[in-house]
Nanobody, 133 residues
């Protein structure tokens, strides 16, 4: 499975941005909805951190507490794409954002596992954006 993240760039503080992550290249019988999807980010000089996740059905989502209310994860199974809508952006949101896919698509209790990088089987290359004050 290949993941291609896009949508990065530069934005001023208070602005909004939507990242996309398109998936392709599945070689087994799985469909996009069989995968739970997650977003992680890595700020300059810091470790990669969990941002948000969404179940295979899209009915369950989970966010890191500090971003709840500003960021929204969603998915469009017809387009095999997961999105991250980010509002009221702050300079501390500056980072490389990575999307990831987990074969635990049916696991709905996302808070129990989806924040762990080890639970994801495929990763995109990352898309970077900068929030200027």
């Amino acid at each position: 499975v290949q993941l291609q993240a896009s949508g990065g760039g530069s934005v001023q503080a208070g602005g909004s941005l939507r990242l996309s992550c398109a998936t392709s290249g599945r070689t087994d019988a799985r469909t996009f909805s069989d995968y739970a999807m997650g977003w992680f980010r890595q700020a300059p000089g810091k470790e990669r951190d969990f941002v948000a996740s969404i179940s295979g059905t899209g009915r369950s989502t989970y966010y890191t507490n500090s971003l709840k209310g500003r960021f929204t994860i969603s998915r469009d199974d017809a387009k095999n794409t997961v999105y991250l809508q980010m509002n009221n952006l702050k300079p501390e949101d500056t980072a490389v954002y990575y999307c990831a896919a987990s074969m635990r698509g049916l696991a709905t209790v996302l808070r129990a596992w989806s924040h762990q990088e080890s639970e994801y089987h495929y990763w995109g290359q990352g898309t970077e954006f900068t929030v200027s004050s």
